[in-house]
């Protein structure tokens, strides 16, 4: 079964930097929106953030605005592979990063605004990611 799989999380001070890894084997992206979103540990209630999200075929990106100038997203059409960079992380960054994507979509507000996870075609498992402080 195909599957998008996150790596790169981890323990950090707060300042530092870290970059999360998204792979997608063997799934054509071709008119996916691919995105990054979060959950803090304990909020489960809050509800899912959404974080960042490109548009495979254009590149075309947004942020929510807790991460802009902070965080980059990008993804290398070769590897099959979503990036997201994160710089000057903060202790309220802490949380399960998820990797999403959705098929004939393109990165919006409302790919962000996720509901469900079932919403999305792929769902990745998480990657933790703690900034102390």
């Known amino acids: 079964q195909v599957q998008v799989a996150e790596s790169g999380g981890g323990l950090v001070q707060a300042g530092g930097s870290l970059r999360l890894s998204c792979t997608a084997p063997g799934l054509t992206l071709d008119g996916y929106a691919m995105g990054w979103f979060r959950q803090a540990s304990g909020k489960e209630r809050e509800g899912i953030e959404g974080?960042?999200?490109?548009?495979?075929?254009?590149?075309?990106?947004r942020y929510a605005d807790s991460v802009k100038d902070r965080f980059t997203i990008s993804r290398d059409k070769d590897k099959n592979t979503m990036y997201l960079q994160m710089n000057n992380l903060v202790p309220e960054d802490t949380g399960m990063y998820y990797c999403?994507?959705?098929?004939?979509?393109?990165?919006?507000?409302?790919?962000?605004?996720?509901?469900?996870?079932?919403?999305?075609?792929?769902w990745g498992r998480g990657t933790q990611v703690t900034v102390s402080s």
């Open positions: 974080v960042s999200c490109i548009t495979w075929n254009y590149g075309t990106t």
């Open positions: 999403a994507a959705r098929a004939y979509d393109f990165c919006s507000q409302a790919f962000l605004n996720a509901v469900s996870r079932s919403d999305y075609n792929y």
